[in-house]
């Protein structure tokens, strides 16, 4: 079965400061691997998304994720972080089979920027 | 244009009773997700539909759940005789096709069972 680990609950990070949110991930074959974004009280929003190809993608926000095979991992990042980035992140993962395919989420990733 | 619509945003509701929550895809979305997310839990899976088809219900109880997607109106995710673990925030998503690469959620109905 797929999964998806997000090993820290909460991360802190001071305003203007380099972030990192990690997260890991199990599945069949190649992964089609996901970052969402969930603000208070409201549903998830896309942030960006690896299906294939160049293994640095970049979404919304200036945010970033780096793909890395061989450890099985799709952290987010950003070069200097902001206090509207305060949120709550979610990594998931779906296998890359064509049509339809479970996306699985994982327990999320509270990102709290400190001015 | 807008986006994944919920409703009701919270519903309150004693034990026994029947939920019923209603979603709204994109406007030429035809696919529905529904989830589940609890404190601590993240999201988990409950059920995907089309237009008047479940396709994948492997996440959803089999018992006092259901789901569907009429071919007119909204999806309605259903929970009978409710009992206190129900209590949780319930997502609806939407996308444009099976591939579910880029999914769109709604606001969430928040179930509260006293």
């Known amino acids: 079965a797929q999964s998806v680990a997000q090993p820290e609950d909460q991360v802190n990070v001071a305003e203007g400061n380099p972030l990192t949110v990690k997260c890991t991930y199990s599945?069949?074959?190649?992964?089609?691997l996901f970052w969402y974004v969930q603000y208070p009280n409201r549903g998830l929003q896309f942030l960006l998304k690896?299906?294939?190809?160049?293994?640095l993608v970049k979404g919304s926000y200036g945010f970033e994720a780096e793909f890395n095979k061989s450890q099985t991992s799709f952290h987010l990042k950003k070069p200097s972080a902001l206090v509207s980035d305060s949120a709550l992140y979610f990594c998931?993962?779906?296998?890359?089979?064509?049509?339809?395919?479970?996306?699985?989420f994982g327990t999320g990733t509270k990102l709290q920027v400190i001015p | 244009n807008a986006g994944v619509m919920q409703n009701p945003r919270h519903l309150v509701r004693r034990r026994g009773q029947e939920a019923r929550l209603r979603c709204s895809p994109m406007?030429?979305?035809?696919?529905v997700y529904w989830y589940r997310q609890l404190p601590e839990e993240g999201l988990k899976f409950m059920v995907y539909?089309?237009?008047?088809?479940?396709?994948?219900e492997s996440g959803m109880p089999k018992e006092r759940f259901s789901a569907e997607f009429p071919k007119e109106g909204p999806s309605i995710l259903r929970i009978q005789q409710v009992v206190r673990g129900d209590s949780a925030a319930y997502f609806c998503?939407?996308?444009?096709?099976?591939?579910?690469?880029?999914?769109?959620f709604g606001s969430g109905t928040q179930l509260s069972v006293l």
């Open positions: 539909l089309q237009k008047e088809n479940i396709i994948d």
């Open positions: 690896y299906i294939t190809g160049d293994n």
């Open positions: 599945v069949s074959g190649n992964p089609y």
């Open positions: 406007k030429g979305h035809s696919h």
């Open positions: 998931a993962v779906r296998a890359s089979s064509g049509g339809y395919q479970k996306v699985t």
């Open positions: 998503a939407s996308s444009a096709d099976r591939g579910n690469e880029k999914l769109f």
